[in-house]
């Protein structure tokens, strides 16, 4: 396979994309980094995504609104998009400007190397999200299933930890428990009757961990956390 002669990255996304495009969709991401412990930000990461979209999903830092890359940070699954995989208003906005760019539809597949590597790869098409899209994506499952693994056994020379990458965040012991209670779901009242303090603490850790993280709000907080290898869903608060 082209993906694996390729010796050079411009080479190898462009292998990537036209199998993509050789299975019925225009558009392909594929991102990876060497661990869960390093940041999302320092990925090898190719797409032919519009490079204005992009732009201001990598400036938001979306990878930490977008649900298909929580998904996958937790599952060996592909997610196939849906309007209502995007519920929260966030997300939801975030999906309905990608559909500005001709990113309506797809699915994403995660990859979990047997070294902890981490990534996923989208593909991505204008087709409207129904049953017939449903229907082409379960024929074409086991084809860019193989693509996946032929990309990610082929990225593993391009993948590798950025030079300067930032320190993982020191959560305290408190901050932790609060944050595990977050990832099942409770608010910060149900938080402060569970380890008796008031909501206002319970603001105020998460605050903190906030800001720890650089991120604008406790979901974000949390997808950075389970990324980092900070926190598990295998947690026994589970």
């Not at 990608?98 to 990113?103: H, T, V």
């Not at 977050?182 to 603490?201: D, H, N, Q």
């Amino acid at each position: 396979m082209t993906l694996l002669k390729s010796d050079q990255e411009n080479g190898w996304s462009s292998a990537l994309f036209s199998l993509a495009y050789d299975q019925g969709f225009d558009q392909v991401l594929y991102g990876a980094v060497g661990s869960k412990h390093v940041k999302l930000e320092t990925a090898f990461l190719h797409s032919n995504y519009a490079p204005a979209w992009r732009t201001r999903y990598d400036a938001d830092k979306l990878h930490y609104v977008d649900p298909t890359v929580s998904h996958c940070l937790t599952s060996s699954l592909p997610i196939v998009w849906e309007p209502d995989t995007f519920h929260a208003p966030g997300q939801r906005e975030m999906y309905e400007e990608a559909c500005g760019y001709g990113i309506r539809s797809g699915i994403t597949f995660p990859i979990h190397g047997p070294s902890g590597e981490f990534g996923v790869v989208s593909f991505a098409s204008d087709a409207p999200p129904n049953g017939e899209f449903d229907s082409t994506i379960s024929q074409l499952m086991p084809s860019l299933s193989l693509i996946r693994d032929y990309a990610f056994e082929s990225s593993l020379k391009f993948v590798a930890p950025k030079p300067g990458a930032e320190p993982i965040p020191r959560l305290t012991k408190r901050e932790l428990e609060v944050l595990n209670w977050v990832m099942v779901g409770k608010s910060s009242w149900e938080i402060s009757k569970i380890v008796l303090c008031s909501e206002a603490t319970v603001n105020f850790h998460i605050g903190n961990i906030r800001v720890k993280f650089n991120v604008n709000t406790r979901q974000q907080a949390l997808v950075k956390a389970i990324s980092l290898g900070i926190i598990s869903p295998e947690d026994p608060h589970r």
